[in-house]
């Protein structure tokens, strides 16, 4: 059976001329006693929700999971598109995709990350069994890594904290293979990953990845320890190529058809590409049949549950009503508070963490500055797992990570937060939330030079810009707690992409006063409109908004005409009919200016080239809020004579 994953791993990595060979190969008997002995799983139904979550968080052997989903009798991927491995179009990308097959629980490539998903996955495994009990979630976590994950730095912040949650249904195969890209792990590491794993507070054990009796036993010590597990499977990269197994050049080109045939000879496979035996396949095939009856037993119990609807409705990502929401909101209308946008985030998450339960906090160490606790959210600790507020410690990247799994999971929505600045930590996690269509809400704090005393290295200047190229990623920057709230909101009912909400640490003025439409679905719209005629539109986001308005009374009063538009999302402005957008931003001879407390890059796609980019292109520096934004020429004073020299 292992052989018949060898041999579609080569084979397609062969027809491909491109591709990972080694791994598969090396990994293929510990894969195979995974899949014939322990994984729950139902290729009838990808999507059950107590199957066991499977993580090959070594991407790069795709071809192991493409053939283990194929031979256990998934519907996709199919021979075919085996036969089509790497090419446009089929379901067997480069690396695992989970926007593309169905089983396959995280999009893996970039090292390091699939292992820390995973901890978000056992952790939502465990929050959700305090909730619902046995009877509806009570699955593992299973993890196939290689080298280069555990040598990465998220590795450690992803251990961590599993160790410290007692993930103990969290079970990693570490492919042992003593071998990277560049050669051996000789040339770049003398760690004891064992006692690495040890040290944080995980179980390890050990065994030959090619004897079939010492996996078992392994895994079954791991699956009885208490302890989230580290299995280190030695193993011989591109097992089965007599003349290159053992050696990088299995790692990342195909064997070439030479070695093809020796491999073939070697272990006595004798059936052509992309065909396997018969009586190899029913055996395959009888794997996939194994959790049949557990499944079906799962569904009785599902199904004689009172919570049977409420449970469904949860795993499938669906928001309940938001009680007491509307009235929030007409409530912040009219009381017009002048507030923090950070403070005003958690006065939204009151009322929403309150109404739903999904819903799940969390903060890099920075819980009393990123405003993330609410009455709602107890801590979620390895005595309480049903808590709902997670402290993760200053992990960023392992924070983001770990959301991912725990939206890829299904049942929970995390939100986290940091500050702003230090996105730059977890930005390959926001990126892979994108990606994967995962629902996360990141919550950055300290969203600019407003934050004052703590100085550039705490104050982003060129984030948001960063930000804002990455597909698919909402970023958010409310101006007041109406929009605030209005963004939370959208932030929640975004099904299948994150959002990312920049808040501000100082105060700001109410600047809307109808809670009427949600105006910020939007991305952008007309706050303020101009009195005299209009010559001039300002575009402002979050704490510009109301620098905005005092440029336009300065402006007016001047007998200059000017609209206010205050844009908190430029994605989803980007998405309205080009009617809309050209309403609001159009017009023959309107100077268009953007105002925002960063980087002024990317503001010309909205204000053209002979527009006006009010910014800060550099760094900020150490001061009271109040010196800085008059340091950096965003105040009415500085801002309006440069547009005046402009209207000329
Ligand atoms: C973050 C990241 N850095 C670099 C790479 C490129 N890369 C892919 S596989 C690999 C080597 C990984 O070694 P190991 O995990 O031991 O895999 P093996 O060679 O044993 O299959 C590298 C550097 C990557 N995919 N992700
Ligand atoms: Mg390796």
């Given at each position: 059976?292992?052989?018949?994953?060898?041999?579609?791993?080569?084979?397609?990595?062969?027809?491909a001329n491109s591709g990972h060979p080694g791994m598969p190969m090396g990994m293929a008997d510990v894969a195979t006693v995974l899949w014939s002995d322990y994984l729950k799983f139902d290729p009838a139904q990808p999507d059950w929700a107590d199957r066991d979550r499977f993580v090959l968080s070594a991407g790069h052997g795709s071809m192991l999971i493409y053939a283990l989903l194929h031979l256990s009798g998934y519907d996709q991927p199919t021979m075919d598109d085996i036969r089509n491995f790497r090419q446009l179009n089929s379901v067997c990308a480069g690396h695992p995709e989970n926007f593309?097959?169905?089983?396959?629980?995280?999009?893996?490539?970039?090292?390091?990350?699939?292992?820390?998903?995973?901890?978000?996955?056992?952790?939502?495994?465990?929050?959700?069994?305090?909730?619902?009990?046995?009877?509806?979630?009570?699955?593992?976590?299973?993890?196939?890594?290689?080298?280069?994950?555990?040598?990465?730095?998220?590795?450690?912040?992803?251990?961590?904290?599993?160790?410290?949650?007692?993930?103990?249904?969290?079970?990693?195969?570490?492919?042992?293979?003593?071998?990277?890209?560049?050669?051996?792990?000789?040339?770049?590491?003398?760690?004891?990953?064992?006692?690495?794993?040890?040290?944080?507070?995980?179980?390890?054990?050990?065994?030959?990845?090619?004897?079939?009796?010492?996996?078992?036993?392994?895994?079954?010590?791991?699956?009885?320890?208490?302890?989230?597990?580290?299995?280190?499977?030695?193993?011989?990269?591109?097992?089965?190529?007599?003349?290159?197994?053992?050696?990088?050049?299995?790692?990342?080109?195909?064997?070439?058809?030479?070695?093809?045939?020796?491999?073939?000879?070697?272990?006595?496979?004798?059936?052509?590409?992309?065909?396997?035996?018969?009586?190899?396949?029913?055996?395959?095939?009888?794997?996939?049949?194994?959790?049949?009856?557990?499944?079906?037993?799962?569904?009785?119990?599902?199904?004689?549950?009172?919570?049977?609807?409420?449970?469904?409705?949860?795993?499938?990502?669906?928001?309940?009503?938001?009680?007491?929401?509307?009235?929030?909101?007409?409530?912040?209308?009219?009381?017009?508070?002048?507030?923090?946008?950070?403070?005003?985030?958690?006065?939204?998450?009151?009322?929403?963490?309150?109404?739903?339960?999904?819903?799940?906090?969390?903060?890099?160490?920075?819980?009393?500055?990123?405003?993330?606790?609410?009455?709602?959210?107890?801590?979620?600790?390895?005595?309480?797992?049903?808590?709902?507020?997670?402290?993760?410690?200053?992990?960023?990247?392992?924070?983001?990570?770990?959301?991912?799994?725990?939206?890829?999971?299904?049942?929970?929505?995390?939100?986290?937060?940091?500050?702003?600045?230090?996105?730059?930590?977890?930005?390959?996690?926001?990126?892979?939330?994108?990606?994967?269509?995962?629902?996360?809400?990141?919550?950055?704090?300290?969203?600019?030079?407003?934050?004052?005393?703590?100085?550039?290295?705490?104050?982003?200047?060129?984030?948001?810009?960063?930000?804002?190229?990455?597909?698919?990623?909402?970023?958010?920057?409310?101006?007041?707690?109406?929009?605030?709230?209005?963004?939370?909101?959208?932030?929640?009912?975004?099904?299948?992409?994150?959002?990312?909400?920049?808040?501000?640490?100082?105060?700001?003025?109410?600047?809307?006063?109808?809670?009427?439409?949600?105006?910020?679905?939007?991305?952008?719209?007309?706050?303020?409109?101009?009195?005299?005629?209009?010559?001039?539109?300002?575009?402002?986001?979050?704490?510009?908004?109301?620098?905005?308005?005092?440029?336009?009374?300065?402006?007016?009063?001047?007998?200059?005409?000017?609209?206010?538009?205050?844009?908190?999302?430029?994605?989803?402005?980007?998405?309205?009919?080009?009617?809309?957008?050209?309403?609001?931003?159009?017009?023959?001879?309107?100077?268009?200016?953007?105002?925002?407390?960063?980087?002024?890059?990317?503001?010309?796609?909205?204000?053209?080239?002979?527009?006006?980019?009010?910014?800060?292109?550099?760094?900020?520096?150490?001061?009271?809020?109040?010196?800085?934004?008059?340091?950096?020429?965003?105040?009415?004073?500085?801002?309006?004579?440069?547009?005046?020299?402009?209207?000329?």
């Open positions: 059976m292992a052989n018949a994953v060898r041999a579609l791993s080569m084979d397609a990595v062969q027809a593309l097959l169905p089983a396959v629980e995280a999009t893996t490539g970039p090292l390091g990350q699939g292992l820390a998903m995973a901890v978000g996955m056992a952790v939502a495994e465990r929050h959700l069994n305090a909730h619902y009990g046995d009877d509806l979630v009570d699955h593992r976590t299973w993890v196939i890594a290689g080298d280069g994950c555990l040598m990465e730095g998220i590795n450690h912040e992803a251990i961590g904290l599993a160790g410290h949650l007692k993930l103990g249904r969290m079970i990693v195969l570490w492919d042992d293979n003593r071998i990277t890209i560049d050669g051996s792990t000789d040339l770049s590491t003398s760690e004891d990953v064992a006692a690495r794993y040890a040290a944080a507070g995980w179980h390890v054990a050990a065994c030959n990845g090619h004897d079939v009796a010492a996996i078992r036993s392994a895994i079954d010590e791991a699956v009885a320890d208490e302890r989230p597990s580290l299995i280190a499977c030695r193993t011989v990269i591109g097992k089965g190529a007599p003349n290159l197994q053992g050696t990088s050049k299995t790692h990342g080109s195909p064997l070439g058809a030479t070695e093809i045939a020796l491999v073939r000879e070697t272990l006595g496979w004798t059936a052509p590409a992309f065909e396997v035996p018969e009586e190899i396949a029913a055996d395959w095939r009888a794997t996939g049949e194994r959790s049949k009856d557990v499944h079906a037993a799962w569904r009785q119990r599902l199904e004689a549950s009172e919570r049977a609807a409420e449970f469904t409705a949860r795993m499938h990502g669906e928001l309940p009503q938001l009680a007491d929401w509307a009235e929030y909101k007409a409530q912040v209308a009219a009381e017009r508070p002048k507030m923090a946008t950070r403070k005003a985030s958690e006065a939204a998450l009151s009322v929403l963490t309150q109404t739903v339960p999904a819903l799940i906090g969390g903060s890099a160490d920075l819980t009393g500055s990123n405003n993330t606790k609410t009455p709602s959210t107890t801590p979620l600790t390895a005595d309480d797992y049903a808590g709902r507020y997670l402290n993760y410690g200053i992990r960023e990247f392992g924070m983001a990570a770990a959301m991912n799994g725990m939206a890829l999971h299904g049942g929970v929505i995390p939100y986290g937060g940091t500050f702003l600045v230090f996105s730059d930590y977890s930005r390959p996690a926001i990126r892979l939330g994108a990606l994967q269509q995962a629902r996360t809400v990141h919550v950055m704090t300290h969203d600019s030079i407003g934050l004052g005393e703590d100085g550039p290295t705490h104050q982003p200047v060129e984030h948001l810009a960063s930000l804002r190229v990455i597909p698919d990623l909402l970023v958010m920057r409310p101006a007041d707690t109406l929009e605030t709230a209005e963004c939370w909101e959208l932030a929640l009912q975004q099904a299948d992409r994150p959002s990312l909400l920049a808040l501000t640490r100082q105060n700001l003025p109410a600047v809307r006063f109808d809670a009427a439409e949600n105006l910020c679905a939007k991305g952008a719209y007309l706050l303020k409109g101009a009195t005299a005629d209009r010559r001039v539109l300002l575009i402002a986001t979050g704490s510009e908004v109301s620098l905005a308005i005092e440029v336009q009374v300065a402006l007016e009063a001047a007998g200059i005409g000017a609209d206010v538009v205050s844009m908190p999302c430029a994605e989803l402005f980007m998405e309205q009919p080009a009617e809309y957008r050209a309403g609001l931003l159009g017009g023959e001879g309107v100077l268009r200016v953007s105002i925002e407390a960063g980087t002024t890059f990317g503001w010309e796609r909205f204000t053209g080239l002979d527009g006006l980019n009010i910014g800060i292109d550099q760094f900020g520096a150490s001061a009271p809020a109040e010196e800085l934004f008059a340091r950096f020429g965003l105040t009415a004073d500085a801002i309006v004579p440069q547009i005046m020299a402009k209207l000329g």
